[in-house]
């Protein structure tokens, strides 16, 4: 033998094959969708098989872009992507890049061109969306008067906000002359006046939905000074108008979700609102009314006649503070005056003299003190508690 290659040698050279044909890099192939799974990854598996064959395809998460509509067991498609090699099994799939429906390839072409173009002039830019009034009393919408689209309309504004004014533009969406039908409508509605406008329909092929991808369309939704919301199809179809629109809603109903408000949620709203206020209002009122008392107890114990009871209370009590300051000193004056009379009173001469003492006077009035003042003979005058004496000096003796 030549060699001998293990299986992981072989599945990666025929993967090095496959990576190196020009060819198998970028390939469209039309078939029918079968085996259909979207993963919980985000990636798409699915087989594509016509009368004599069948290969095995898949979408990955980060080529979803690709894919403008749901896939279907069923569905014809055109698919593009490049042949690689799983080397894990040791077969071969179609690496999806995108997924056109059979027949449609142009269509889709002439969508992204478009969509090019009035992407690169600014008519989608976000500084031009409009907003959505939180409160529409009046909604005007552009559909034909009869489908699932107004009917859902209308049963969602009922549910919501019955007194909201619906005002429908009978519009022809689909086939001839439903681009001007269309652009007719919006026109009519921004000049009457509704505060918002509705513009869609319901699902269908991208042949279906294609007035809504005319360039017409797209600058008379440019244009309107009414904000509007672009309601187109399913929640996977995306048409130009949702892109210039102010709004893009998935559905017609998600529309009349979006452009009317719930009065019950609203009224439930105002209610809470009101009861928060009421109570914020109390809090505001008692706290005033306290501060109210407190400016008033100033107020009172500032007043003329607070401030003059205030001074003869203090005046009052002064005056009997002074008086008991008067007793206390004339009491204490007194028992001063009574103890020092007493010792004056046991100093007394008078008292003295009730004592068996006589007051001696010379003949002058002088008092004799000593008896170096006396001589024999002299007459003294005795001074007695009850009376007087004149007396004559016998004899002096000197101790």
């Given at each position: 033998m030549a060699g001998v290659y293990s299986v992981s040698q072989v599945n990666a050279y025929l993967g090095s094959l496959f990576r190196e044909d020009y060819l198998l890099r970028r390939v469209r192939v039309r078939g029918e969708v079968s085996n259909l799974k979207y993963h919980s990854s985000g990636?798409?598996?699915?087989?594509?098989?016509?009368?004599?064959?069948?290969l095995s395809a898949v979408m990955f998460s980060g080529q979803r872009n690709g894919l403008a509509f749901r896939l279907e067991d069923g569905m014809r498609v055109v698919a593009e992507g490049a042949v690689e090699v799983y080397e894990r099994n040791g077969s071969y799939r179609l690496s999806t890049f995108s997924v056109t429906r059979d027949g449609q390839g142009s269509l889709y072409e002439a969508f992204l061109k478009l969509k090019a173009s009035l992407e690169e002039m600014g008519m989608f830019a976000p500084e031009y969306k409009k907003p959505i009034p939180a409160f529409a009393a009046r909604v005007g919408i552009v559909t034909a008067s009869t489908g699932a689209a107004i009917r859902d309309i209308v049963n969602v504004t009922t549910r919501r906000n019955p007194y909201v004014q619906l005002v429908l533009y009978p519009?022809?969406?689909?086939?001839?002359?439903?681009?001007?039908?269309?652009?007719?409508?919006?026109?009519?509605?921004?000049?009457?006046?509704?505060?918002?406008?509705?513009a869609g329909r319901g699902g269908g092929s991208i042949e279906d939905l294609w007035a809504f991808n005319e360039e017409s369309v797209a600058r008379a939704i440019f244009e309107c000074e009414t904000p509007l919301i672009s309601a187109v199809g399913h929640e996977t179809d995306f048409t130009i108008a949702d892109f210039v629109a102010d709004l893009r809603a998935p559905t017609p109903s998600?529309?009349?979700?979006?452009?009317?408000?719930?009065?019950?949620?609203?009224?439930?709203?105002?209610?809470?609102?009101?009861?928060?206020l009421r109570a914020l209002m109390m809090q505001r009122v008692t706290a005033a009314r306290v501060r109210c008392r407190e400016q008033e107890l100033k107020l009172k114990l500032r007043s003329p006649g607070a401030l003059l009871r205030e001074?003869?209370?203090?005046?009052?009590?002064?005056?009997?503070?002074?008086?008991?300051?008067?007793?206390?000193?004339?009491?204490?004056?007194?028992?001063r005056l009574k103890s020092g009379a007493e010792r004056l009173m046991l100093l007394s001469p008078l008292k003295r003299l009730t004592g068996g003492f006589a007051y001696v006077t010379s003949e002058d009035g002088g008092a004799v003190r000593s008896v170096e003042r006396l001589e024999a003979g002299?007459?003294?005058?005795?001074?007695?508690?009850?009376?007087s004496a004149r007396a004559s000096v016998l004899e002096i003796r000197k101790e």
């Open positions: 990636h798409i598996f699915f087989t594509l098989k016509d009368e004599g064959a069948a519009a022809k969406v689909q086939g001839k002359g439903a681009a001007e039908s269309i652009c007719r409508g919006i026109r009519a509605l921004d000049s009457y006046g509704v505060d918002v406008i509705i998600a529309a009349a979700e979006l452009a009317v408000p719930d009065v019950t949620a609203f009224l439930s709203d105002l209610s809470a609102r009101e009861n928060r001074r003869r209370m203090r005046t009052e009590e002064c005056r009997a503070a002074m008086e008991r300051a008067m007793k206390d000193r004339l009491r204490d004056r007194k028992d002299q007459t003294v005058n005795l001074r007695f508690s009850d009376g």
